[in-house]
């Protein structure tokens, strides 16, 4: 007769180092994600802040190039160049200047920082563009 092995296994539950392993496994996972959910309102703060600079720079980019190229030469020849205001939290600087390179091209920069939040703060947003003199 054939005589069979019989395997003496236990298969009734885990081990106390699996269930431990398990566990840590799991809080490691859990703590992640409060730590993304914590950080989602000030992530969502700072793009906000990055979206509004960029308008508010646009607008002013806009406005410059519905003065036309003569109006902008002659605030410039004025010695109109620069000033600053505030929407919000947001303090918005621009300013005009003659090309250094090319006379018949005017440069118009607009810069629009924010105070600092709790992370990603003291950001700013800068534009720079050039207007024909045959535009």
Not at 93 to 117: A, K
Not at 124 to 131: A, D, E, G, I, N
Request: glycine share 6%; with cysteine; aromatic share 6%.
């Amino acid at each position: 007769m054939h005589k069979k092995k019989i395997l003496l296994t236990d298969n009734r539950g885990f081990t106390l180092i699996s269930v431990l392993v398990a566990s840590l496994i799991l809080s490691v996972g859990l703590l992640a994600l409060v730590r993304i959910f914590s950080a989602s309102p000030l992530i969502n703060a700072v793009t906000d802040r990055i979206s509004q600079s960029t308008n508010y720079a646009q607008d002013k980019i806009e406005e410059f190039r519905a003065l036309g190229y003569d109006s902008l030469e002659a605030l410039i020849t004025a010695g109109v160049t620069t000033d600053i205001d505030t929407i919000g939290h947001i303090i918005r600087e621009y300013s005009l200047s003659f090309d250094t390179v090319d006379v018949d091209l005017i440069q118009m920069e607009v810069e629009c920082s924010w105070q600092p939040l709790s992370i990603g703060g003291g950001k700013k947003v800068r534009f720079v563009t050039l207007m024909s003199k045959h535009d």
